[in-house]
């Protein structure tokens, strides 16, 4: 629907065609040889509809983007499309005077009439692209601010799911037992632990961070997994070069990294890997994740939260040109993120 017939705006709008009406209504008493209530009869008519013609420039500016599109055809469109319509608009004009005034010489009226209405056609355009212009700026920082909230949101939310109090009670029983065992091993990961929490709440401030930057939140986690589940637990890469300097919305593999360790490796007894891919396909980033898991093993009870919040993480900063598809292939499930190339210095 037209933004126009929203919130009263049209009221507003035909009463600016006002001003309008009043002009013409001279133009036609002027050079049409029309008395003035015959000329406002007419004017008053033509302006209402010709405002109404106007509006459909909305729909016209909304399929000739000018981003997209070569400017010569957008020129080119409206230009023939003002032409049309106000040579309709003109004959429309001329039919009413003749009927009103018979014998009065309208024809002379004709040409400025015609030239109006190419220019109130073409400013309904520019108007259009403004409003449009306009209406994009605030839905992206609508986009940016529901961006901002759901990424506060996702990282309180996975601290808890990260930090919690299971997680916390494995990796503390692990140091513990790693003491009397190994005091190096635990003293390792008393610091990667302490590592993992000042990433974590450092990316609070960030709007975007590097691929090379989360993978390394990702290879922190991994590493105090790897000291718990010690060879049941293999980390694989495969990520090209050109892909680190890439921008991703913090915390967004953390989730999915997290979901592979705990729903596909604790859930095993024969060792097991988890693979993180990544690979520049065209004008998209393509990341995925990979892990082993136990198709027959009972299935843990899941909040949802993982795969829901990065899927809504990427329809609020990218819309539809990102992507999250996930699937189970005999005893290997599989992530696979599609996210439109972005450097960080963006």
């Known amino acids: 629907m037209h933004p126009i017939f929203r919130a009263g705006r049209l009221v507003y709008y035909l009463l600016a065609w006002a001003p309008i009406a009043a002009g013409l209504s001279f133009l036609l008493a002027a050079q049409g040889r029309l008395r003035w209530y015959e000329a406002a009869l007419i004017s008053v008519p033509l302006c209402l509809v010709y405002a109404f013609v106007c509006l459909s420039s909305w729909y016209?500016?909304?399929?000739?983007?000018?981003?997209?599109?070569?400017?010569?055809?957008?020129?080119?469109?409206?230009?023939?499309?003002?032409v049309v319509l106000s040579a309709i608009w003109t004959l429309v004009a001329w039919a009413l005077m003749r009927t009103a005034s018979p014998g009065a010489p309208v024809d002379t009226a004709l040409p400025a009439l015609f030239t109006i209405g190419i220019g109130l056609y073409l400013l309904a355009v520019a108007l259009s692209y403004v409003f449009l212009a306009v209406e994009s700026s605030r839905l992206a920082e609508a986009r940016e601010a529901e961006a901002r909230v759901l990424a506060g949101e996702a990282e309180l939310r996975a601290i808890k799911a990260q930090i919690n109090p299971h997680f916390l009670f494995n990796s503390l029983h692990s140091i513990s037992a790693l003491t009397s065992i190994d005091a190096g091993r635990a003293r390792d990961m008393c610091i990667l632990l302490s590592e993992f929490l000042r990433s974590t709440l450092g990316f609070s401030d960030k709007a975007a961070v590097s691929l090379e930057e989360e993978l390394a939140l990702a290879?922190?986690?991994?590493?105090?997994?790897?000291i718990r589940f010690g060879a049941r637990l293999k980390v694989e890469e495969e990520i090209?070069?050109?892909?680190?300097?890439?921008?991703?919305?913090p915390?967004?593999?953390?989730?999915?990294?997290?979901?592979?360790?705990?729903?596909?490796i604790a859930?095993?007894?024969?060792?097991?890997?988890?693979?993180?891919?990544?690979?520049?396909?065209?004008?998209?980033?393509?990341?995925?994740?990979c892990n082993s898991f136990d198709p027959e093993a009972p299935r843990a009870r899941r909040s949802g939260f993982g795969l829901a919040s990065v899927r809504k993480r990427l329809?609020?900063?990218y819309g539809n040109r990102a992507?999250?598809?996930?699937?189970?292939?005999?005893?290997?499930?599989r992530a696979d993120l599609h996210l439109p190339l972005e450097d960080l210095d963006r």
């Open 315 to 317: 329809q609020a900063r």
């Open 323 to 333: 992507a999250l598809h996930s699937a189970s292939q005999g005893d290997t499930y």
């Open 267 to 289: 859930h095993l007894v024969e060792p097991g890997f988890v693979r993180i891919a990544a690979g520049i396909h065209g004008d998209e980033m393509a990341i995925s994740i």
């Open 60 to 82: 016209l500016c909304r399929g000739l983007p000018l981003r997209h599109l070569p400017l010569a055809r957008i020129v080119g469109t409206h230009l023939l499309s003002a």
């Open 219 to 226: 290879r922190n986690y991994l590493a105090i997994e790897k």
């Open 240 to 249: 090209e070069p050109a892909c680190l300097r890439c921008a991703v919305l």
């Open 251 to 264: 915390l967004l593999l953390q989730p999915l990294i997290e979901n592979a360790v705990i729903h596909g």
